[in-house]
């Protein structure tokens, strides 16, 4: 049963349009999404774009086009509006400045003079004396003359939140009871010198002013937590928030050397995956196992039933690896799930420029449709699709040396004047029928059907590699296909 209370869930995912998205925030949004349906409550999507110096219009259409991909849909949020709109915080601002003001104005955060370099000085020295390094509170009590002083000298003050002098608990969805001593949370910054809001503030504002009941986020944001939830206190004894939500941070997502993903590793970059042709619900499946999973150890299943199973108490706290190895292989489970039509629609980009090196009038939709299912059991991501069948399009198969060598060994030109014949004679309604020829090919020559068969291949589509060969050659087709043993006799005479 649920562990979650009765209240309507209202959940959130507030990403900064900074860079590509990565794959650490589309595992964030799927766990809220996931959540969200499981409850029947609302997601909502906030923008977190009040870093102007970091945030890009371009990043922010691509994150939106990317949520489409992949499938996710919100109650609230950019394109479809609601009752807390606008949901970018830059067209927030004005709310930001009211509350802090409020804040201040009933003494729960304050102005802090202090200088970089004097702070850095006190923090060296609380160190050197092994106290406490966070900031001291210098700033919490100056009387009208300090203040005055210090505008005298031309400071322009931050506004810093001031934390109550006692220990935080809460309950983590995820990880259970934490406790941060006050000594470890200290007074923090809130408004830039320059009157920005600080992400310190901006996000747990919002979050009390769209009402948000649970925020599900990374696990590096968990040190915010006390001071969000202590701020939030502050929020509902001014009357703007009505209550703290619970917090379940997520496990951190390591890649490559157990070191953790970051955004920079080109393999957390969600475009590449996107680019390589994995399926939106492939990706999301795997994407779900990185710190959940699905009770009798499943591990390819749809979205649906990830819905209708979730419940982040199940969430495992330890941090979870990224294997790409088993996401490519649960991502070729999904595309063996699809129906061939919406196999060979979704397959389309890989078919034509930039990705496909034939000319488009020598693609040819009937051989199209014949070799696609023979294709959609092999591929472990769609744009191998364009290798897999290039040899229908292209006038002559592609020169892979590497296949070239390997393939075509003393006593192989042989091999291919017998096959050709053999061949030649075959009923070409039948792939068994090109089968029997190779094999006899092969038996004349005293070669196995693998051996006999690798010659063959590589003459008439390049490479050792690829599709079942006698259905290849069928639909090749017999001119093409001895036309192709001829050029590579020759080739080998040569
Ligand atoms: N904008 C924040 C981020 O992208 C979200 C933090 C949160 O979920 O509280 O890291
Ligand atoms: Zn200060």
Redesign the pocket.
């Given at each position: 049963m649920s562990s979650v209370a009765s209240a309507p869930v209202r959940v959130r995912f507030?990403?900064?349009p900074t860079g590509n998205p990565h794959v650490g925030l589309v595992r964030t949004a799927l766990f809220n999404w996931a959540f969200a349906k499981h409850h029947q409550g609302t997601l909502v999507f906030r923008i977190?774009d009040t870093d102007a110096a970091r945030d890009s219009e371009e990043s922010y259409d691509q994150l939106l086009d990317s949520l489409r991909w992949l499938g996710f849909d919100w109650d609230e949020g950019p394109e479809v509006g609601g009752p807390h709109a606008p949901y970018r915080q830059s067209q927030r601002m004005d709310i930001y400045k009211d509350v802090a003001q409020k804040l201040q104005d009933a003494g729960r955060a304050y102005h802090c003079y202090c200088s970089t370099e004097e702070l850095d000085a006190r923090r060296d020295a609380a160190r050197a004396a092994g106290k406490p390094s966070g900031y001291d509170g210098h700033c919490r009590d100056l009387s009208a003359e300090q203040v005055d002083a210090y505008k005298a000298e031309g400071r322009t003050p931050i506004v810093r939140f001031r934390m109550p002098d006692e220990t935080i608990t809460f309950i983590d969805l995820v990880r259970g009871e934490l406790t941060f001593t006050a000594e470890n949370v200290p007074d923090y910054g809130i408004v830039r010198a320059n009157g920005a809001p600080l992400?310190t503030l901006v996000?747990p504002v919002d979050d009390a002013l769209m009402e948000i009941t649970h925020?599900l986020?990374g696990e590096d944001?968990l040190s915010s937590t006390p001071r969000q939830i202590a701020l939030y206190k502050a929020l509902i004894d001014l009357g703007i928030a009505k209550e703290i939500p619970s917090f379940g941070h997520l496990p951190y997502v390591m890649g490559e050397g157990n070191k953790k993903l970051s955004k920079r590793d080109p393999e957390s970059s969600l475009n590449l995956y996107r680019e390589r042709g994995f399926l939106p619900e492939g990706l999301l499946n795997y994407l779900s196992l990185l710190g959940w999973s699905l009770s009798g150890d499943r591990d390819v299943f749809s979205m649906d039933e990830m819905v209708a199973a979730f419940e982040i108490s199940d969430v495992n706290p330890n941090p979870a690896r990224f294997d790409l190895k088993k996401c490519e292989a649960i991502n070729a489970d999904h595309i063996r799930l699809l129906d061939v039509k919406d196999f060979t629609e979704r397959c389309a980009p890989w078919l034509k420029a930039p990705f496909a090196p034939w000319a488009p009038e020598d693609f040819d939709e009937a051989k199209w449709q014949a070799v696609a299912p023979h294709a959609q059991t092999r591929l472990k991501v769609l744009s191998e699709i364009t290798d897999n069948v290039d040899f229908l399009f292209l006038a002559e198969p592609v020169e892979d040396k590497v296949s070239w060598t390997k393939a075509m060994k003393e006593g192989s030109d042989a091999l291919l004047r017998t096959a050709r014949e053999r061949l030649e004679s075959a009923d070409w309604t039948s792939p068994e029928s090109l089968k029997e020829a190779v094999l006899a090919a092969g038996e004349t020559h005293g070669l196995k059907l693998g051996k006999a068969q690798a010659p063959v291949r590589v003459a008439v589509t390049g490479r050792t590699i690829g599709l079942p060969l006698f259905e290849s050659l069928e639909i090749l087709g017999k001119e093409k296909t001895l036309a192709r043993i001829d050029a590579a006799l020759a080739k080998l005479a040569a």
């Amino acid at each position: 049963m649920s562990s979650v209370a009765s209240a309507p869930v209202r959940v959130r995912f507030c990403p900064s349009p900074t860079g590509n998205p990565h794959v650490g925030l589309v595992r964030t949004a799927l766990f809220n999404w996931a959540f969200a349906k499981h409850h029947q409550g609302t997601l909502v999507f906030r923008i977190e774009d009040t870093d102007a110096a970091r945030d890009s219009e371009e990043s922010y259409d691509q994150l939106l086009d990317s949520l489409r991909w992949l499938g996710f849909d919100w109650d609230e949020g950019p394109e479809v509006g609601g009752p807390h709109a606008p949901y970018r915080q830059s067209q927030r601002m004005d709310i930001y400045k009211d509350v802090a003001q409020k804040l201040q104005d009933a003494g729960r955060a304050y102005h802090c003079y202090c200088s970089t370099e004097e702070l850095d000085a006190r923090r060296d020295a609380a160190r050197a004396a092994g106290k406490p390094s966070g900031y001291d509170g210098h700033c919490r009590d100056l009387s009208a003359e300090q203040v005055d002083a210090y505008k005298a000298e031309g400071r322009t003050p931050i506004v810093r939140f001031r934390m109550p002098d006692e220990t935080i608990t809460f309950i983590d969805l995820v990880r259970g009871e934490l406790t941060f001593t006050a000594e470890n949370v200290p007074d923090y910054g809130i408004v830039r010198a320059n009157g920005a809001p600080l992400y310190t503030l901006v996000n747990p504002v919002d979050d009390a002013l769209m009402e948000i009941t649970h925020v599900l986020r990374g696990e590096d944001l968990l040190s915010s937590t006390p001071r969000q939830i202590a701020l939030y206190k502050a929020l509902i004894d001014l009357g703007i928030a009505k209550e703290i939500p619970s917090f379940g941070h997520l496990p951190y997502v390591m890649g490559e050397g157990n070191k953790k993903l970051s955004k920079r590793d080109p393999e957390s970059s969600l475009n590449l995956y996107r680019e390589r042709g994995f399926l939106p619900e492939g990706l999301l499946n795997y994407l779900s196992l990185l710190g959940w999973s699905l009770s009798g150890d499943r591990d390819v299943f749809s979205m649906d039933e990830m819905v209708a199973a979730f419940e982040i108490s199940d969430v495992n706290p330890n941090p979870a690896r990224f294997d790409l190895k088993k996401c490519e292989a649960i991502n070729a489970d999904h595309i063996r799930l699809l129906d061939v039509k919406d196999f060979t629609e979704r397959c389309a980009p890989w078919l034509k420029a930039p990705f496909a090196p034939w000319a488009p009038e020598d693609f040819d939709e009937a051989k199209w449709q014949a070799v696609a299912p023979h294709a959609q059991t092999r591929l472990k991501v769609l744009s191998e699709i364009t290798d897999n069948v290039d040899f229908l399009f292209l006038a002559e198969p592609v020169e892979d040396k590497v296949s070239w060598t390997k393939a075509m060994k003393e006593g192989s030109d042989a091999l291919l004047r017998t096959a050709r014949e053999r061949l030649e004679s075959a009923d070409w309604t039948s792939p068994e029928s090109l089968k029997e020829a190779v094999l006899a090919a092969g038996e004349t020559h005293g070669l196995k059907l693998g051996k006999a068969q690798a010659p063959v291949r590589v003459a008439v589509t390049g490479r050792t590699i690829g599709l079942p060969l006698f259905e290849s050659l069928e639909i090749l087709g017999k001119e093409k296909t001895l036309a192709r043993i001829d050029a590579a006799l020759a080739k080998l005479a040569a």
